[in-house]
């Protein structure tokens, strides 16, 4: 049986997740083997049947912090030093050397994209339409949010920015010097570097169907994580008497790109409102004074299966990242999504123009903004529109990746 190897950013939950569902339909053709640099969300991979590597350098919770906030266009400075991506390089070759694999899967392990064209193996990106190449050639890509308060007009600035981002060449100094160690040539432009041979796309096809793709691009449509997790009891139970009780139920989640300062400025509004709230963001506010402050209504739990919670909820408080806004698309109910970086942003943004979704700006989050929103989201059309999405989710994107994948390289 011939080995794949999936090397996800495993501080990423969307990411890693991801992975997992492409490898559920690729057990049983091939040996699927999982690596990573951090410990976050291994267990994850672990308790899904799958064999884990943890290589060094492997990442502090300070450098993961650093990295979402690179993501989320906070911070330029990032962990990948020389010596760090010379030695994540060298382990990773060390580890398709001992492993062999047919083709590597990853989402943004950027050392990934070195090491497999160093090694000559067949690169695998499974990723959104979102800022890549296509993506920011289309004249009406819809311009970031913070753009749009500026006194320049926000089309004109934002046609700067999208030629500046495409035709930049800049890379960061260590991934050239690692590379030319290696001998090899990196690609001429930044945003072509993040570009596998097969590159597999999970933003729904209704979307950006339209779009002319180059041939190594192919849509496979959604990919979200399905956890094999049962509602805890107690869940249940909160869900069943709120339901009982004619009250709106919430469910919050921001995922690994959430901040504290945010998610309790969110429930410390939540909290005086007439509705019921599960949070499975405990881990963001453990030792927290305000952490027993909420009210009775406010229930903060650790990790969640999203795709059962948000099918019982009548509405989902989320961040933007794909794989949630996909879940929530799923559940046919409507959402509010916070958008904390421009790919986020664009998620939501699809949903909002289709009509089952609002958007919340991070620094929107004050007491008038949220009830407004509420009230409004939870009018008759939304919530029609939200079925009529739920009825259009019946694409199973990690089996087409994997049926991609099975005819390409297996």
């Known amino acids: 049986m011939e080995t794949i190897i999936f090397a996800p950013a ?33 267990h994850l991979i672990e308790d899904a049947g799958f ?9 502090t919770l300070k450098q993961e912090k650093q990295l979402i906030k690179v993501d989320q266009m906070k911070s330029i400075r990032h962990p990948f030093t020389f010596k760090i991506v010379e030695e ?4 990773e070759l060390a580890f398709y050397q001992k492993k062999q694999p047919k083709a590597i899967i990853t989402g943004t392990n950027i050392t990934a994209f070195l090491s497999a064209r160093i090694y000559k193996v067949p690169l695998i990106y499974i990723k959104p339409f979102a800022l890549t190449r ?20 926000t089309n004109f600035i934002w046609s700067i920015c999208k030629k500046i981002i495409l035709h930049t060449r800049w890379k960061p100094y260590a991934l050239k010097r690692v590379s030319k160690n290696h001998g090899l040539t990196l690609p001429k432009y930044t945003i072509d570097l993040l570009s596998g041979e097969l590159d597999l796309l999970t933003t729904h096809p209704m979307f950006i169907s339209e779009v002319p793709l180059p041939r190594n691009m192919r849509i496979v449509g959604p990919i979200y994580a399905r956890l094999d997790l049962e509602l805890p009891r107690p869940i249940k139970k909160v869900i069943q008497v709120a339901k009982a009780n004619k009250v709106k139920l919430i469910y919050l989640s921001m995922g690994s790109s959430g901040n504290k300062k945010m998610i309790l400025k969110l429930l410390n509004i939540l909290t005086k409102l007439d509705c019921v709230v599960i949070a499975p ?22 990790l969640l299966p999203a795709h059962l919670i948000s099918k019982e909820v009548d509405l989902s408080i989320i961040h933007g990242g794909e794989g949630t806004v996909q879940t929530a ?7 509010i999504g916070i958008g904390l970086q421009y790919e986020q942003e664009l998620n939501i943004w699809y949903c909002e123009q289709f009509g089952n979704a609002l958007t919340v700006r991070p620094n929107e989050i004050k007491d008038h903004k949220i009830i407004n929103t509420l009230h409004k989201i939870f009018s008759r059309k939304y919530s029609q529109k939200a079925i009529e999405m739920k009825q259009l989710m019946n694409i199973v994107g990690a089996k087409n990746a994997a049926e991609i994948i099975k005819t390409e390289y297996l």
Not at 88 to 91: A, L, P
Not at 281 to 302: R, V
Not at 329 to 335: E, I, N, Q, T, Y
Request: aromatic share 14%; net charge neutral; charged share 20%.
């Open 88 to 91: 994540r390089v060298k382990n």
């Open 51 to 59: 064999t884990f590597y943890l290589l060094n350098p492997i990442f």
């Open 134 to 153: 296509e993506q920011l050639s289309l004249h009406d890509a819809p311009a970031p949010k913070q753009l749009t308060q500026k006194i320049i007009p």
């Open 329 to 335: 698309c799923l559940s046919g109910k409507p959402f």
């Open 281 to 302: 963001i405990k881990h963001f506010i453990t030792g927290d004074s305000s952490e027993n402050n909420f009210g009775e209504n406010i229930y903060l739990t650790e």
């Open 10 to 42: 495993t501080f990423n939950l969307a990411e890693t997740t991801r992975m997992i569902e492409v490898a559920n339909y690729l057990k049983d053709e091939a040996h699927c083997v999982f690596f990573g640099f951090s410990k976050t969300y291994k």
